[in-house]
């Protein structure tokens, strides 16, 4: 399992990728911790956004993930990152 990566935007799906000897990615910015539209999100202040971003991200890191994100689009990077840890012989 630890080649395996769980991916969620929720504590829960942390908790779940954890418990199963998984790396973890939260997804910050478009998933349930902010919890708004891409709209609304374009609505939003740059400072509120970033307040947003900060509390999700913190969030998501006191669960335990590995790894916390904006959006599904910053995955592969973070995907070569593992792959490097795993050569390194790093697990989760």
Do not use: Y
Not at 55 to 64: C, S
């Amino acid at each position: 399992m630890e080649a395996c990566v769980k991916i969620g935007d929720t504590i829960a799906d942390i908790q779940e990728g954890l418990n199963a000897g998984m790396w973890t990615i939260g997804v910050a910015k478009t998933g349930n911790e902010i919890g708004l539209s891409q709209k609304e999100i374009q609505n939003l202040s740059p400072l509120d956004l970033q307040k947003k971003l900060k509390k999700a991200h913190q969030h998501l890191r006191q669960a335990g993930a590995h790894f916390v994100v904006d959006e599904i689009g910053d995955i592969p990077l973070i995907l070569d990152q593992i792959e490097e840890k795993l050569k390194l012989g790093e697990k989760p």
